[in-house]
């Protein structure tokens, strides 16, 4: 079991997206340089002064690497601090130390927050040296000595809360792009199946009439190659599609023109409004499935979440090269989906699709969900 767990450990990847350095770090590291001045000017019980203020500045400057460079930052610095230790075991001298050393708490987060496994464990052998040769160097007992530990090592078990937090949650995000690609990937089966079988039905009629109507059956050929580039034209505006299994539904999938029948079935409270403009008969259906699960998914949020909404305004309109999805309701203006997974199945689609997605609270009151997605019209408009 603990071979299993170290094994595991190894193989951890580095968490991804360690964010650089930000105002946050700049600011920290300019307040501990001016610290670690000022006890070096002021402190008269330094030991090692010019030590001492070299190592403390080192140190400071260093945070600014901490979540990048996290293995190298905590060789550095602790290494140092086991190098300086051994030395006062040694010489038998007086420890030194600022008050501004404190800062090392910080890396043993950085370490475990954002290191890989591998970095994670060489890191934790150097804290570990230098915590041991520390209190042997300034030993003045055990209660002080384990609150030491527990001070310097709760950083690192922070982190480690942090990083199962993350990983957790964007295991979750990636359940459900996966979830919502699948959706998508049976609606195009949908789609490409209704095109393959009218190919098929044409093809056989063509080959009935073939004999006796060589003209029909040139006409259905050239009806073959209008649905088989069409088809194609589906395929590949989802190239990107994937889907666990090969399964799919053969039901029709649900357009734009049941958005009306999806605002009935709300009911009366909160009332739903429905408002169509453009041309939308030769939607694509890709688009107008895309359209109908986002509505879908914004309706029944603002129906769960938007406290005392009375009404909930859906409006789609058509432009030359893109169609526009808005749906707004007059609720009070709180944060939606709180723990949930909604805005990001909905902005997955939309993205798949080549569009962009919006959804935030309106400055006046209630909340908003705006999607625009480049037009795609069906195979009888082209």
């Known amino acids: 079991m603990v071979r299993n767990a170290v094994r595991s450990l190894l193989a951890e990847p580095r968490a991804p997206d360690a964010p650089r350095r930000v105002w946050r770090d700049w600011v920290l590291v300019v307040g501990l340089l001016t610290a670690v001045v000022l006890e070096g000017v002021l402190r008269e019980d330094v030991v090692w002064r010019p030590v001492a203020v070299v190592v403390a500045g080192a140190t400071a400057c260093a945070l600014l690497w901490r979540r990048t460079r996290p293995l190298a930052v905590v060789a550095a610095v602790f290494g140092t601090l086991i190098v300086v230790n051994v030395v006062t075991l040694i010489s038998g001298n ?66 480690a809360a942090f990083r199962y937090r993350w990983t957790a949650r964007n295991r979750e995000l990636g359940q459900v792009r996966l979830r919502e690609r699948e959706l998508l990937a049976r609606e195009l089966h949908d789609t490409v199946a209704h095109h393959v079988s009218a190919i098929v039905i044409r093809a056989q009629a063509g080959r009935a009439v073939a004999a006796t109507r060589p003209d029909a059956a040139v006409d259905a050929l050239a009806i073959i190659e209008a649905e088989g580039t069409r088809t194609l034209a589906e395929m590949r505006a989802m190239v990107g599609v994937l889907r666990d299994d090969g399964t799919a539904a053969l039901a029709p999938q649900p357009g734009v023109a049941d958005l009306e029948r999806l605002a009935r079935s709300v009911g009366e409270r909160p009332r739903v409004e429905v408002e169509l403009s453009g041309d939308l008969d030769e939607l694509g259906p890709t ?30 309109t058509s432009y030359d090269d893109s169609v526009r999805l808005t749906v707004r309701d007059d609720g009070e203006a709180t944060s939606r989906n709180p723990g949930g997974y909604g805005l990001v199945g909905m902005t997955e689609r939309a993205t798949l699709l080549g569009g962009t997605l919006a959804a935030g609270p309106d400055p006046d009151r209630g909340w908003s969900v705006d999607v625009v997605l480049p037009l795609q019209r069906s195979a009888s408009g082209r």
């Open 94 to 159: 007086a420890t030194f130390g600022l008050y501004s050393m404190i800062c090392v708490v910080l890396l043993p987060y950085s370490l475990v927050r954002w290191a890989s496994g591998r970095e994670i464990l060489i890191g934790l052998v150097f804290v570990l040296v230098a915590l041991v040769l520390g209190i042997a160097s300034d030993f003045t007992g055990y209660g002080e000595a384990a609150a030491g530990s527990m001070f310097l090592l709760s950083p690192a078990t922070l982190g």
């Open 287 to 316: 688009v107008g499935a895309a359209i109908y699960r986002i509505a879908q998914e914004s309706i029944t949020n603002a129906v769960r979440h938007a406290r005392q909404a009375t009404r909930i305004d859906v409006r789609l």
